[in-house]
């Protein structure tokens, strides 16, 4: 798979059917092994040894109803009181992060209320500070590491 802007992890990949397939440590289960799969696996793996987020607290394609239609968020992250604190986007490498991509992660923040929203293709990541009380946001240089 494509080399990404993140460090190297070790995966468990399997030939499945013809197909690669990668072992999803939160959903204990094997996946297919697609461009976006591959960027949402290494973000995981990022989010927690990089940024000390508990396995344990992050959720994967975490189902969010907007105006009854239910729509599915690649990575829910909670605090550790379970209030969602961080949602995040993932987009195969070769996708350009665009307006589209801001305004998809929007709509599940305007259910979700996290404080932090992160859009990823492995190559490039974004993250902003949402200040509900100002109604504004801001971007940030680096993805903030969990609260302890």
């Known amino acids: 798979m494509q080399r990404l802007n993140l460090p190297e992890y070790q995966f468990r990949i399997k030939k499945d059917r013809n197909k690669l397939a990668i072992f999803d440590e939160i959903r ?7 461009p976006e799969e591959w960027v ?10 990089e940024k000390k987020f508990p396995m344990s607290l992050i959720g994967v394609e975490r189902l969010v109803m907007i105006n009854q239609n239910p729509l599915r968020c690649d990575l829910l992250v909670y605090n550790r009181k379970g209030l969602p604190f961080l949602v995040v986007e993932c987009k195969a490498p070769n ?5 589209d991509t ?7 923040n305007m259910q979700l209320k996290v404080p932090y929203l992160v ?3 492995g190559l490039q990541h974004y993250c902003c500070l949402i200040d509900y ?8 240089q680096n993805i903030p590491v969990f609260p302890e």
């Open 28 to 34: 204990k289960k094997f996946l297919v092994l697609t």
């Open 40 to 49: 949402r696996q290494n973000f995981i793996k990022f989010l927690n040894q």
């Open 95 to 99: 996708v350009r992060i665009s307006q």
């Open 102 to 108: 801001f305004d998809q992660i929007a709509r599940y």
């Open 119 to 121: 859009v990823t293709n």
């Open 133 to 140: 009380d100002q109604q504004s946001y801001e971007y940030l």
